[in-house]
């Protein structure tokens, strides 16, 4: 009885190990998607055979930025040309399968694709930086990008006359209502939003203009409001909901405290309780804000990072940074209690990385 109970506990402990081992997704400005076993109870991967340690590899160009629903992921190519293009993947947990490509937009309209996102609801949303417009596509049941089917030009208005002189859009993402998508249009300071119905993606529109010099770069949204982070001006931006897919500003915060202007990421914890953003060009780092109940925020700490943090993502225990400029994923862990940061020196060696994601 003993020997059988002792493999019975062996047993149990395996199964619990393999239920820890988790998909890392990650994109970069090199040559395609790498695939990494990541194990959440020791916060580090778990080398295999492939390049840099991956299991698997996608192979495309500047896979910058990627959205991942199922067994399905929609990566954008970030081309300065007629190149750019979003990409449809499906992944059965040990390899991926190319299911096809789109352009990103018109011509000179589509460069540098640099956000996607879905509603898993058979849109797609580009959001091209160079090319300054949102694309909108309709998906394939099977996963597959169907032609472009909307594209919106963005504006310019912002003082920044060398970066705000032509249009960006730098985000997209669809809200919980299932009736609206926003955008960030960098160059015009403002949110854009636009009507989701059965005929289409239409009425293109301001939903919030934010402060000169703000430079919007990505969004996140959480109990309907939304939280903006402003390349140029280092700060953070909270908005509460109105009508219409629009909104006001609730409060604004500092995250950048060297006015590097190179704000690029943001992020909350899966409690709420905690947000978190990167800053990049100078003191590159993590900024760590306390939420209350009420979403009001309030600046904790910060914690230093390697060069160029332009994206990162926050576990339970961990939060993964993506330092292009030192060809590392950096590991910190996170006490759920305080939100705090601690470098573990544990660091995943990959090209040129720019996008990290957890499945």
């Avoid at 293109?204 to 430079?215: C, K, W």
Wanted: hydrophobic share 40%; glycine share 10%.
């Amino acid at each position: 009885m003993k020997r059988i109970l002792i493999a019975f506990a062996l047993l149990v402990a395996a199964c619990g190990q393999k239920q820890d081992i988790h998909t890392l997704f990650v994109g970069n400005y090199a040559d395609g998607i790498y695939a990494y076993d990541f194990d959440l109870a020791k916060g580090d991967i778990v080398p295999a055979e492939g390049e840099y340690g991956s299991f698997a590899k996608a192979l495309m160009p500047n896979p910058s930025y990627m959205t991942i629903f199922g067994n399905h992921i929609w990566a954008v190519s970030e081309m300065p040309d007629q190149t750019a293009a979003v990409y449809a993947w499906r992944f059965d947990g040990g390899g991926f399968t190319f299911l096809n490509s789109q352009p990103t937009g018109l011509p000179d309209h589509g460069e540098d694709p640099c956000y996607v996102a879905t509603n898993g609801m058979g849109l797609l949303a580009v959001a091209n930086y160079s090319g300054g417009s949102l694309a909108v596509y309709p998906l394939e049941e099977d996963g597959r990008i169907a032609p472009i089917d909307t594209l919106i030009l963005s504006g310019i208005g912002g003082p920044d006359m060398t970066r705000q002189d032509k249009p960006h859009v730098h985000c997209a993402r669809f809200l919980a209502d299932g009736e609206h998508l926003i955008f960030s249009e960098f160059s015009s300071d403002a949110i854009g939003v636009v009507d989701i119905t059965p005929l289409g993606v239409t009425n293109y529109r301001t939903a919030v203009q934010l402060p000169a010099d703000f430079g919007p770069r990505h969004i996140i949204t959480a109990d309907g409001r939304a939280f903006v982070i402003g390349e140029l001006s280092g700060d953070i931006a909270v908005l509460n909901p109105t009508a219409d897919g629009k909104f006001e500003i609730k409060q604004i915060i500092k995250a950048d405290q060297v006015d590097a202007r190179g704000a690029a990421d943001i992020h909350y914890s899966a409690d709420g309780e905690y947000l978190y953003a990167s800053l990049r060009l100078q003191n590159d780092g993590i900024a760590i804000f306390k939420s209350d109940e009420d979403n009001n925020l309030t600046f904790i700490a910060y914690q230093k990072t390697g060069p160029h943090p332009r994206n990162f993502t926050v576990l339970r225990n961990w939060v993964l940074v993506a330092c292009r400029d030192s060809n590392e994923i950096e590991i910190y862990a996170r006490d759920e209690q305080t939100g705090l940061l601690t470098d573990t020196g544990r660091r995943i060696q990959t090209p040129k990385p720019v996008f990290v994601e957890v499945q």
